[in-house]
């Protein structure tokens, strides 16, 4: 599995130019592409600046002595690189499985390109085998979970491994859901954002520019083989 995850790291590594800005996703695929970035960097003398989507990516970022910013002092991302936990056939998205759904939004949706990488286990024809994170805010939390259990009836609120409420980089909550609305996702999408409270959804429509999977890419519009 992760002989996979460097293969599609080492080929989202190919997208990256001289001089960019580059939105750094979450999680384990991801550091691979870090450290693919970080050699980049060291052998190849890149000037490259990264924008985090979590602290967890910042951390290993600085470890790796790759330059960071925040994103308040960028307008516009030249790439984004980041994993999913599941892609289907129209490279929509379900992400958000590590609690840094509403900052990997908002910086792909600010980057030129998106550049998804993850192994054969994240492709699916239908989204929906993966819980859906939502994340909300900690006021009213209970009153937003019964609003949201209107539109997708099954919701758990995320909690650690020693029983804690989970808090996401925002300090806010995330609700895991059963997705079931598959074929009419940027409607549900749409209706989750209307109620007040919901921050961000892990739901990615029409985001993902590339997915690589393993070591092949998929296109938009492209079918699975």
Known sequence: MNSHKKSAAGIAAKYVKDGMTIGLGTG???????????????REKFSITGVCTSSATEREAQKLKIPIVSLQKETSLDLTVDGADEIDIHLNLIKGGGGALYREKLIAKNSQTVVIIADESKKVDVLGAFPLPIEITKFGNELIQRKIEDLLPLTSLRKNADGSIFESDNNNYILDCKLEHANSLLHLEQELKLITGVVETG????????AIVNNYKIEKDDQYA
Do not use: G, R, Y
């Open 28 to 42: 384990s695929t991801v550091q691979f592409f870090l450290e693919e970035l970080a050699e980049l960097i060291d």
């Open 203 to 210: 739901l990615f429509i029409n985001v993902a520019d590339v």
